[in-house]
Protein backbone atom coordinates (compact mmCIF):
# COMPACT_ATOMS: atom_id res chain seq x y z
CA UNK A 1 0.00 0.00 0.00
CA UNK A 2 1.66 3.12 -1.27
CA UNK A 3 4.99 3.16 0.53
CA UNK A 4 3.75 1.34 4.02
CA UNK A 5 5.10 -2.45 4.30
CA UNK A 6 2.44 -5.19 6.20
CA UNK A 7 5.07 -7.96 7.41
CA UNK A 8 2.33 -9.51 10.04
CA UNK A 9 -0.61 -9.06 7.49
CA UNK A 10 -3.11 -6.33 6.23
CA UNK A 11 -6.98 -5.83 6.89
CA UNK A 12 -8.38 -4.14 3.56
CA UNK A 13 -12.02 -2.33 3.07
CA UNK A 14 -12.91 0.04 0.29
CA UNK A 15 -12.39 2.55 3.10
CA UNK A 16 -9.29 1.94 4.78
CA UNK A 17 -5.82 -0.63 5.20
CA UNK A 18 -5.05 -1.59 8.84
CA UNK A 19 -1.94 -3.13 9.69
CA UNK A 20 -2.86 -7.34 11.38
CA UNK A 21 -0.51 -7.05 13.45
CA UNK A 22 -2.10 -9.87 15.68
CA UNK A 23 -3.01 -12.06 12.54
CA UNK A 24 -4.07 -15.67 14.02
CA UNK A 25 -3.10 -19.12 12.43
CA UNK A 26 -5.74 -20.08 9.74
CA UNK A 27 -7.01 -22.73 11.95
CA UNK A 28 -7.50 -19.88 15.20
CA UNK A 29 -9.89 -17.32 12.71
CA UNK A 30 -12.88 -16.34 14.52
CA UNK A 31 -15.11 -13.32 14.08
CA UNK A 32 -14.24 -11.19 16.74
CA UNK A 33 -11.16 -10.52 15.30
CA UNK A 34 -12.43 -9.05 12.18
CA UNK A 35 -15.35 -6.68 14.11
CA UNK A 36 -13.93 -3.30 12.81
CA UNK A 37 -13.13 -4.70 9.39
CA UNK A 38 -16.91 -6.01 8.83
CA UNK A 39 -19.21 -3.12 10.14
CA UNK A 40 -19.12 -1.36 7.16
CA UNK A 41 -22.66 -0.18 5.58
CA UNK A 42 -23.50 -1.66 3.78
CA UNK A 43 -21.95 -4.89 4.42
CA UNK A 44 -19.02 -6.44 2.34
CA UNK A 45 -20.72 -8.39 -0.23
CA UNK A 46 -17.66 -10.96 0.82
CA UNK A 47 -13.91 -11.28 2.22
CA UNK A 48 -10.96 -12.55 0.19
CA UNK A 49 -9.45 -14.50 2.79
CA UNK A 50 -5.06 -14.48 1.66
CA UNK A 51 -4.04 -17.46 3.43
CA UNK A 52 0.09 -17.12 2.78
CA UNK A 53 2.12 -18.56 0.83
CA UNK A 54 -0.51 -21.37 0.11
CA UNK A 55 -4.06 -22.10 0.12
CA UNK A 56 -5.63 -23.26 3.39
CA UNK A 57 -9.25 -23.45 3.94
CA UNK A 58 -10.59 -21.48 6.94
CA UNK A 59 -12.30 -23.42 9.71
CA UNK A 60 -15.79 -23.98 8.76
CA UNK A 61 -17.35 -22.60 11.88
CA UNK A 62 -15.68 -19.10 10.70
CA UNK A 63 -17.34 -19.49 7.61
CA UNK A 64 -20.51 -20.17 8.56
CA UNK A 65 -20.24 -17.07 10.99
CA UNK A 66 -19.66 -15.14 8.40
CA UNK A 67 -22.45 -16.53 5.58
CA UNK A 68 -24.96 -15.85 8.62
CA UNK A 69 -24.37 -12.25 8.50
CA UNK A 70 -25.01 -12.56 4.79
CA UNK A 71 -20.96 -12.68 3.71
CA UNK A 72 -18.62 -14.77 1.99
CA UNK A 73 -15.73 -15.95 1.92
CA UNK A 74 -13.37 -16.41 -1.10
CA UNK A 75 -9.82 -18.49 0.35
CA UNK A 76 -7.02 -18.22 -2.08
CA UNK A 77 -3.24 -17.64 -1.93
CA UNK A 78 -2.35 -13.63 -0.54
CA UNK A 79 -0.30 -13.06 -3.42
CA UNK A 80 -3.98 -14.28 -5.56
CA UNK A 81 -5.98 -12.57 -3.09
CA UNK A 82 -3.96 -9.37 -3.25
CA UNK A 83 -4.64 -9.56 -7.10
CA UNK A 84 -8.20 -10.53 -6.82
CA UNK A 85 -8.93 -7.69 -4.86
CA UNK A 86 -7.40 -4.68 -7.09
CA UNK A 87 -9.64 -6.19 -9.84
CA UNK A 88 -12.69 -6.72 -7.89
CA UNK A 89 -12.07 -2.91 -6.43
CA UNK A 90 -11.62 -1.62 -9.98
CA UNK A 91 -15.26 -3.27 -10.70
CA UNK A 92 -15.92 -0.91 -7.15
CA UNK A 93 -17.17 -4.26 -5.89
CA UNK A 94 -17.95 -3.33 -1.86
CA UNK A 95 -15.76 -6.04 -0.37
CA UNK A 96 -12.67 -6.72 2.25
CA UNK A 97 -10.00 -8.65 2.74
CA UNK A 98 -7.83 -10.26 5.22
CA UNK A 99 -4.06 -11.27 3.83
CA UNK A 100 -1.78 -12.77 6.10
CA UNK A 101 1.97 -12.52 5.15
CA UNK A 102 3.91 -14.82 2.59
CA UNK A 103 6.73 -16.60 2.98
CA UNK A 104 8.11 -15.38 -0.28
CA UNK A 105 11.67 -13.61 0.38
CA UNK A 106 12.84 -11.13 -2.53
CA UNK A 107 16.29 -11.47 -2.17
CA UNK A 108 18.46 -12.42 -4.93
CA UNK A 109 18.20 -16.75 -5.81
CA UNK A 110 22.07 -16.66 -7.20
CA UNK A 111 23.76 -14.65 -4.48
CA UNK A 112 23.48 -14.36 -1.18
CA UNK A 113 22.32 -10.39 -0.26
CA UNK A 114 20.47 -8.03 -2.10
CA UNK A 115 21.81 -7.39 -5.88
CA UNK A 116 19.79 -6.21 -8.06
CA UNK A 117 20.53 -7.54 -11.49
CA UNK A 118 23.78 -10.19 -11.30
CA UNK A 119 24.61 -10.40 -14.89
CA UNK A 120 26.37 -14.40 -15.74
CA UNK A 121 29.39 -14.30 -18.74
CA UNK A 122 30.89 -17.47 -20.05
CA UNK A 123 34.72 -17.20 -21.01
CA UNK A 124 36.46 -19.91 -21.90
CA UNK A 125 34.47 -22.21 -20.42
CA UNK A 126 34.43 -20.87 -16.84
CA UNK A 127 30.97 -19.05 -15.36
CA UNK A 128 31.63 -15.56 -14.18
CA UNK A 129 28.77 -13.48 -12.28
CA UNK A 130 28.97 -10.26 -11.52
CA UNK A 131 26.71 -8.55 -9.77
CA UNK A 132 25.29 -4.72 -9.65
CA UNK A 133 28.30 -2.49 -7.90
CA UNK A 134 27.31 0.62 -5.90
CA UNK A 135 30.47 3.11 -5.00
CA UNK A 136 27.97 4.96 -2.84
CA UNK A 137 28.97 4.44 0.58
CA UNK A 138 26.78 7.67 2.24
CA UNK A 139 22.80 7.57 3.10
CA UNK A 140 20.38 7.22 0.63
CA UNK A 141 19.28 10.38 -1.01
CA UNK A 142 15.61 10.77 -0.45
CA UNK A 143 15.39 14.23 -2.00
CA UNK A 144 13.14 14.75 -5.16
CA UNK A 145 14.98 17.60 -6.60
CA UNK A 146 18.99 17.24 -7.92
CA UNK A 147 21.81 19.88 -6.72
CA UNK A 148 23.81 21.17 -9.64
CA UNK A 149 26.29 18.73 -9.43
CA UNK A 150 23.71 15.74 -9.75
CA UNK A 151 22.26 17.40 -12.52
CA UNK A 152 25.79 18.56 -14.29
CA UNK A 153 26.89 14.76 -13.23
CA UNK A 154 23.21 13.51 -15.69
CA UNK A 155 24.14 15.43 -18.20
CA UNK A 156 27.67 14.16 -18.78
CA UNK A 157 28.33 11.89 -21.72
CA UNK A 158 30.47 9.35 -19.70
CA UNK A 159 31.19 6.13 -17.67
CA UNK A 160 31.45 6.37 -13.96
CA UNK A 161 35.20 5.20 -13.02
CA UNK A 162 33.97 3.14 -10.77
CA UNK A 163 32.43 1.13 -13.47
CA UNK A 164 35.61 0.36 -14.64
CA UNK A 165 36.46 -2.00 -11.91
CA UNK A 166 33.22 -4.33 -12.74
Known amino acids: MR ?5 DGLLLSPLRALAWTDAPPIDALDMAQFDDLLTLDPAPEFMLLGTGAGLRQPPRPFVRALEARGIGVEAMDSRAAARAWGVLRAEERWIVAALLPSAARADNPALPGWYADPELRAFDGQYWIYPTYSDHDGPPDLTTRFTPE ?11 PSY ?3
Open 164 to 166: LYQ
Open 150 to 160: QEKGRSAQSVR
Open 3 to 7: DDVFP
